[in-house]
């Protein structure tokens, strides 16, 4: 069964949305399908997804080297998974990215610090044969995680949940510093999730991503801001839902 996204779901209610007032304004309909052309002409061009982009992905030029104490701790956070093209359930290629990033920094913490963990949080939001955090396991044996080194927690289904269900483990260990690994557009929501729980990872950002701004559209520009607004949508829900007592 394949899972929809929140995110692969904004352009098409945006589309619904328009068609749902062309439809109930027939006296302005060439101003709607006007209005309608050029938004999405200007974002699979490219040239308002930059800007949603860079809302979200600020901060990572500024993010600053990771430091090692003698306990650190790195946190991946899951990024879905898919069926190839044999059936195979494998990490996404974002997912693969915080992979190859998770790993490199253990080799860096390893060299480093007398002990080093590394939490896979992600469960099964996408009602696959597996979680995430299960799923992308093997990767990061084969890239050098010792099996002593890794936890799994498979039970978060989003953002706010990996924090809550991070801090729950975090509670009983020892730790003197901590690394969150994610996707650049996503770090500044995660980190807002982190801190709901006191914790106050060093950022570790992946997949940056770059819109190509042209005359032509683009289906990774709509992508792109797929996820760019599904992160500022999630931001203003965090803080309506702190509001409400939620979070």
Not at 124 to 150: I, T, W
Not at 163 to 187: C, F
Not at 200 to 220: I, M, Q, T, Y
Request: hydrophobic content about 50%; proline content about 6%; aromatic content about 10%.
């Amino acid at each position: 069964k394949r899972y929809v996204t929140p995110s692969q779901l904004i352009i098409f209610t945006l589309f619904a949305l328009f068609l749902a007032v062309f439809v109930l304004c027939p006296r302005r309909r060439k101003a709607i399908a006007a209005i309608a052309l050029a938004l999405f002409w200007l974002l699979s061009a490219g040239w308002l997804t930059a800007p949603l982009l860079a809302s979200v992905q600020r901060d990572a030029a500024h993010y600053g080297p990771p430091h090692f104490g003698e306990n650190p701790v790195i946190v991946l956070l899951g990024a879905g998974t898919r069926y190839d093209e044999h059936g195979v359930l494998v990490p996404k290629p974002a997912a693969l990215l915080r992979i190859a990033t998770a790993a490199s920094l253990y080799g860096q913490c390893k060299r480093q610090a007398k002990r080093c963990r590394v939490i896979v949080s992600g469960g099964n939001p996408q009602r696959h044969s597996a979680a995430e955090a299960d799923n992308y396991a093997p990767y990061l044996l084969r890239a050098h995680v010792a099996s002593a080194d890794l936890v799994l927690e498979n039970a978060s289904r989003t953002t706010y949940e990996n924090a809550r269900q991070v801090a729950r483990i975090l509670r009983s260990e020892r730790y003197d510093s901590l690394m969150l690994v994610t996707s650049a557009y996503h770090m500044p929501r995660a980190l807002m999730d982190f801190r709901r729980f006191a914790l106050a990872p060093e950022p570790v950002a992946c997949d940056l991503r770059v819109a190509e701004r042209g005359v032509l559209p683009r289906w990774s520009n709509l992508v792109s801001a797929n996820l760019a607004m599904h992160e500022l949508i999630g931001m203003i829900q965090f803080y309506v839902y702190r509001a409400l007592g939620w979070f």
